[in-house]
């Protein structure tokens, strides 16, 4: 029996392709509204993909560290807060694990965390984030709180190589283990609703999480009551070494960029580097653009290119859907847990995947079906877990 | 016909003694099917928005959890946005500090809100600061209490600013041309003060409304000029008659030397009710509903908040205690800052038990579970419409004391009676914004950009 994975979207825009929104199939004014996104995460839905990622920034330009990022006029501009988006589509969609990005940059930890709690609550159990480590210059001005952090990516192009990026990634390790401990601070049975004692609530199964880090302080316990999952699903994406440890020791899914089926083995071994209480879930990201034939599928890539070149740290599959598909069984077959598809162009690209490439790689017996299994945790295979504080007490 | 319209709030029932968790009809206050619940009783009942308050920290109470009341909420602006999808009409109105916040990050969070629910949001400003609930946050419990609405300020004016940054018709997503933004599409954003320093450009288009709402609560003369400044709606706790008349003149009154009409601000205090079959059934009700809001140990643990001492040794049917409070530090910590105020009040409250002959609890009951309207629903309906047509209110937010179904009967057998005086929407208007629904007048797109420079557009 053949390796088995699960099919994971990312949504951004238009789509991946910086031309997208020019394609006759685009809806270009409808970005940030509401019903293009609830037409959106329906067919990601109804298609039974896993997961959806939403992309964000926090400022006009997007991550981008070009200067002129914030004034060129020809890219679709004009973005909607993920997290927020995330929650609206929680009533909307059943099955769909809904993975906001969110920098830890500049959020208070204690509001995030708790807006996760909040998707996780009304999706009952399938809130998700990807935590983006780091700010550009553009995002501290519209803060105007830190005047310190990254400038870009140093001449090495490697992450240890610049201070303020490593600071970064501290930065973000502690936002997570905020995340996670905030999770944890209401033990699952916590509202007793004691009618006799008049107790709504057992305090001793309340915890404030006393966090001290470097860079922030957060004492008390959430304000929300445990989620289905206990805790939210914790995902990053990863291209280096500092980054791939980074998922190892504070997600629980790392997407990777291999640049083909060869390089999975290497990303794995960098990964597989620290302890774990639960295994670390590894999904590899593909760009694809999925056209009836491989001509017409070229024909709209050139276009695209034409207009407005890619640049793109995943592999591309400019192709059909069995060549999508052909890509995703190379993958499978290394071991990792899932592949993540960036759509080039949405909708187009998305209803393809819905349409053609799911059911073509289900045939062809590489993806996991659904289980059933309640939550986005469970599906993906990790355990719920319960809560720190409570461990600590059955051990005391 | 002239009659004023009565405009009313629905309050997602909260975490303090209003609520009474021990009703055997009482539910969830966290899963989202009770908000979807509550949020479509209000839509049946053609309120003009939902609202929710806010609490950064879990209360304590001399050093420990209060455990008493319902404790646990969502975080307001996760749980409005997925509202925004189970709902078609209804006003969005979410508690944000602006202490623990940054403007660039709410006014987006916000302007997401109002897009994703084709202009249904709204933004209730709160200004509370302190280090127990600063304890959370990245900055601590930084800002001085006179700061607090200078920067409440600041961060309206920065907030509108961005809204406003963004042309309407901004987008023209030429696919011929390759331009997607017009060139003076969004206007920067600068903000430089002793609090601020913010250079901005901001990346969320302008909403059907302009812009949120803006609700202010708070009563100092510092919080009535913030909502003169920058409110659509105040959330008072004025609701005595002769009281909210007084508090209605008043602002209303500051509003002319600000240019602003008396039409552009709304006054919706908070408002409980019981009803009955007859005034007698009502009044019974109350009482009856006051004894679970006000169970002996929430007696006591109120005076304890007073006192700030341990009072578990009196008996809460009897009389006061005879100790003095102790004005050390305070113990009590989240109740909305009310203690200090209320600590000098000892001697007043053993007057008031004294002169009445009250135990701990019906003292306690006397302070905190008045409840506003009490009697038939023709009663009910008649006071409602009285404040509203003598201009004591605009209307009210109501606050039910059972989650989810506290609105239920309200809006089963109040709000067809004030349609029937002709003071009360019977349908909602296709499209309507949140301003269109309050009878706000449109946002002045060109007052909040004035200030700031269009983005120059690269040339490519
Ligand atoms: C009716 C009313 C409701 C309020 N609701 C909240 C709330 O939900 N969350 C909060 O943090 N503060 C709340 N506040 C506190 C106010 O925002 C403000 O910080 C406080 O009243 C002190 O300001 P003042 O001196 O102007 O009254 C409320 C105040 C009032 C009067």
Redesign the interface.
């Known amino acids: 029996m053949p390796d088995r994975i699960h099919l994971a979207v990312a949504l951004d825009g238009a789509g991946w392709h910086p031309a997208a929104?020019?394609?006759?199939t685009?809806r270009?004014?409808e970005l940030?509204?509401?019903a293009y996104w609830?037409a959106l995460a329906r067919t990601a839905d109804g298609a039974g993909l896993l997961l959806a990622t939403i992309e964000d920034?926090?400022?006009?330009g997007g991550r981008s560290f070009e200067p002129?990022a914030?004034?060129?006029?020809?890219?679709?501009?004009?973005?909607?807060?993920a997290?927020?988006?995330a929650?609206?589509?929680?009533?909307?969609t059943r099955r769909l694990g809904l993975v906001p990005t969110a920098t830890t940059a500049?959020?208070?930890?204690?509001?995030l965390a708790?807006?996760l709690?909040?998707?996780d609550?009304?999706s009952?159990g399938r809130a998700g984030v990807r935590l983006v480590a780091g700010s550009t210059p553009?995002e501290r001005?519209?803060?105007?709180?830190r005047a310190d952090g990254p400038t870009g990516l140093p001449a090495s192009g490697r992450v240890e190589d610049d201070p303020a990026l490593l600071s970064a990634f501290r930065e973000a390790g502690e936002v997570a283990e905020v995340i996670r401990r905030l999770a944890d601070s209401?033990e699952d049975d916590a509202?007793v609703?004691d009618?006799e004692s008049?107790?709504?609530?057992?305090?001793e199964r309340?915890h404030n999480v006393d966090f001290e880090g470097e860079?922030?302080?957060?004492?008390?316990?959430s304000?929300?009551?445990r989620s289905p999952q206990g805790r939210p699903l914790v995902t990053a994406l990863a291209h280096q070494s500092v980054p791939y440890r980074f998922a190892a020791e504070h997600a629980d899914l790392v997407f990777v960029t291999p640049a083909d089926a060869g390089a999975v083995g290497g990303i794995l071994d960098e990964l597989a580097s620290g302890e774990r209480e639960e295994p670390l879930r590894v999904f590899a990201d593909l760009l694809v653009l999925v056209e009836e034939t491989r001509t017409e599928a070229a024909a709209v890539w050139n276009r695209l290119q034409d207009?407005a070149p890619l640049t793109t740290d995943a592999r591309v599959v400019v192709g059909t859907a069995d060549d999508v598909v052909e890509e995703i069984r190379a993958l499978t077959a290394q071991g990792i847990d899932g592949v993540r598809l960036r759509p080039a162009r949405l909708p187009a690209d998305l209803e393809a995947i819905a349409d053609r490439v799911v059911p073509r790689a289900a045939a062809a017996g590489i993806l996991l079906p659904d289980d059933g299994a309640p939550t986005l945790r469970e599906r993906v295979g990790l355990p719920r877990l319960a809560s720190r504080y409570a461990r600590q007490e059955v051990g005391a | 016909m002239t009659r004023r319209q009565i405009h009313l709030a629905a309050h997602f029932p909260g975490v303090n003694n209003t609520t009474v968790w021990t009703d055997p009809s009482a539910g969830s206050q966290i899963d989202f099917s009770s908000f979807e619940y509550f949020a479509r009783t209000a839509e049946r009942g053609f309120f003009d928005y939902l609202f929710l308050a806010e609490g950064l920290r879990l209360r304590e109470h001399r050093g420990q959890l209060h455990d008493l009341d319902v404790a646990g909420r969502p975080n307001t602006l996760s749980i409005l946005s997925a509202l925004a999808a189970v709902t078609e009409h209804i006003g969005l109105v979410g508690t944000l500090n602006t202490t623990f916040n940054e403007p660039y990050e709410l006014a987006r969070q916000l302007g997401t809100l109002d897009l994703l629910s084709n202009g249904r949001a709204g933004w209730n400003a709160v200004t509370s600061s302190d280090a127990f609930h600063g304890a959370n946050f990245r900055r601590g419990g930084y800002l001085d209490h006179a700061d607090r609405y200078v920067r409440a300020s600041e961060f309206a004016a920065l907030s509108k600013a961005l809204w406003s940054s963004w042309r309407d018709d901004a987008i023209v997503a030429d696919a011929e041309t390759g331009a997607f933004l017009r060139d003076d599409a969004i206007a920067r954003v600068r903000h430089e003060s002793r609090l601020f320093d913010v250079d901005a450009v901001f990346d969320v288009p302008r909403s059907p409304q302009g812009r949120p709402v803006i609700v202010q609560a708070g009563d100092s003369p510092d919080g009535r000029d913030f909502a003169t400044d920058h409110a659509d709606v105040i959330f008072s706790l004025h609701t005595e008659f002769s009281d909210a008349q007084q508090f209605y003149r008043d602002v209303k009154g500051r509003l002319a030397a600000r240019g602003r009409d008396e039409d552009s601000l709304k006054i919706l205090p908070a408002a409980t009710f019981v009803l009955g079959d007859t005034a007698e059934d009502a009044r019974e009700r109350s009482r009856e509903i006051a004894l679970q809001q006000v169970r002996p140990q929430t007696a006591i643990t109120y005076l304890e908040q007073i006192w700030n001492r341990d009072l578990s040794g009196y008996d809460p049917e009897g009389p006061l205690p005879d100790v003095e409070p102790d004005t050390g530090v305070e113990t009590a910590q989240g109740f909305a800052g009310r203690h200090a105020a209320i600590r000098d009040r000892v001697g007043q409250l053993r007057e008031q038990a004294a002169a009445e002959n009250l135990t701990i609890r019906e003292l306690v009951i006397r302070l905190t579970a008045k409840h506003t309207f009490v009697g038939t629903p023709e009663h009910v309906a008649s006071e409602i419409d009285r404040y509203v047509q003598e201009r004591a209110t605009d209307g009210f937010t109501v606050v039910g004391h059972v989650t989810p179904h506290g609105l239920d009967e309200f809006t089963d057998r109040v709000v067809p009676l004030l349609q029937e005086r002709g003071s009360y929407r019977r349908s909602y208007d296709e499209g309507a914004t949140l301003h269109d629904l309050l009878g706000l007048p449109p946002v002045d797109a060109s007052a909040a950009g004035a200030a700031s420079a269009p983005v120059p557009a690269a040339t490519r």
């Not at chain 1, 929104?21 to 006759?24: D, V």
């Not at chain 1, 500049?106 to 509001?111: D, I, L, Q, S």
């Not at chain 1, 860079?215 to 316990?221: D, E, I, K, L, M």
């Open positions: 929104w020019r394609e006759t685009a270009p004014t940030t509204s509401p609830r920034a926090l400022s006009l002129d914030e004034t060129r006029r020809d890219r679709a501009r004009g973005r909607l807060d997290v927020l988006l929650s609206f589509l929680a009533p909307v500049h959020p208070e930890p204690f509001h708790t807006g709690q909040t998707l609550h009304a009952r553009q001005a519209n803060f105007g709180r209401w509202i609703r009618l008049g107790k709504f609530l057992d305090r309340v860079f922030f302080s957060v004492t008390g316990a304000i929300v009551p207009r």
